[in-house]
């Protein structure tokens, strides 16, 4: 078995310094060495097969070149989008990605702030339902940058945690007013506990009433398509008759389209249905969902150039504020 090819074979192969194999390969700043000696030293790693060893790179550069991305539930369709977006850019960077699942539980969600701390990772992206700002005080004390993924605007003070977020308040009333202008007067709506799906329902109470319709709201423990079917039996069994109803994300709205189905109510001749984060399934299920568009994956992108910046230096002082868009598709369900 060959020895394993070492920066010091790559220097002499390309005749240079070692110190300068170590730069270009390291990720570090370059602009001291040509670019036509970078390509050089590259293609001798690759022809050679050489393959930085990120143990030994993380204890002399104390830097993993690791981002943790932290979210509630890797098995929602929305979160993948927004891991793959992180990663988009986090290896363009050459960084990596680490995707750790809390299922919101608070206990989770601090067992992998903890995690974070003990030089794990350089760096965390994060989806956090429960979790204060407080919380994130440790990681940032130790230079490891926090990005929040959020769906409302929120403040760290003069903590330098940065926020993404979409307006889910403003949404849930886009999408009310929507299919009040259809001419719905009965408008029901499931959802689950925590997370986003608070301000979903309040901006869908806040339209209603504007409007002077009464809401009827059905509240699951979880925003599965189980959960779903079960608010729409909840729903249709009160006796009020909903001509639609919206769900506070998809998967939600899939099993309420489900349970529509089961009762042999046309969609949406009877009742309409309205979706949120346009997962994947959503253009899958029949008739078609539709939803309001997040664009998890933008999200996961400026999350990851945001951290990078900070773990650049590019990036300094309070934390940032950025409002992403959002955007109602219309498709067969309305």
């Given amino acids: 078995m060959s020895p394993r090819p070492t920066q010091k074979d790559v220097a002499i192969r390309a005749g240079v310094s070692q110190a300068t194999v170590s730069m270009v390969l390291g990720g570090a700043t370059t602009q001291s060495v040509s670019a036509e000696t970078v390509q050089r030293i590259r293609a001798v790693a690759e022809e050679l097969g050489y393959v930085p060893n990120r143990f030994a790179q993380a204890l002399k550069t104390r830097r993993t070149m690791t981002i943790a991305c932290i979210v509630p539930d890797i098995t929602n369709p929305f979160y993948p989008g ?5 990663q988009k850019i986090a290896q363009d960077r050459d960084y990596d990605v680490i995707a750790v699942n809390t299922d919101g539980v608070p206990a989770r969600e601090r067992h992998f702030l903890d995690w974070a701390r003990q030089g794990r990772v350089d760096g965390v992206v994060g ?72 301000v979903r329902v309040e901006g869908y109470r806040d339209a209603l009433a504007r409007a002077g319709i009464e809401p009827l709201v059905a509240i699951e423990n ?4 189980v959960a779903g079917f079960r608010a729409a039996e909840a729903i249709l069994a009160t006796g009020y008759g909903p001509t639609a109803i919206f769900a506070a994300n998809d998967l939600m709205a899939i099993g309420v389209m489900q349970a529509l189905r089961e009762r042999n109510i046309d969609i949406p001749g009877q009742v309409a249905v309205f979706g949120f984060d346009d997962i994947s399934a959503a253009r899958l299920v029949t008739p078609p969902l539709s939803t309001v568009a997040q664009f998890q994956d933008r999200m996961g992108e400026k999350a990851a150039e945001i951290l990078i910046e900070r773990l650049s230096g590019t990036r300094s002082g309070k934390g940032t504020i950025e409002e992403m868009p959002f955007q109602l598709i219309e498709r067969g369900t309305v």
Avoid: N, W, Y
């Fill in 82 to 86: 927004l891991i793959r977006g992180v």
């Fill in 127 to 198: 989806v956090f339902f429960t979790v204060r700002v407080q919380d994130f005080v440790p990681l940032l004390d130790i230079g490891i940058p926090v990005v929040r993924i959020e769906s409302a605007k929120k403040r760290g003070g003069d903590l330098a945690i940065d926020d993404i977020f979409v307006d889910s308040h403003a949404a849930a009333i886009s999408v009310t007013e929507h299919l009040i202008a259809k001419g719905h007067r009965r408008i029901a709506m499931v959802a689950g506990t925590g997370g986003p799906q608070g």
């Fill in 222 to 225: 979880d925003f599965s398509e």
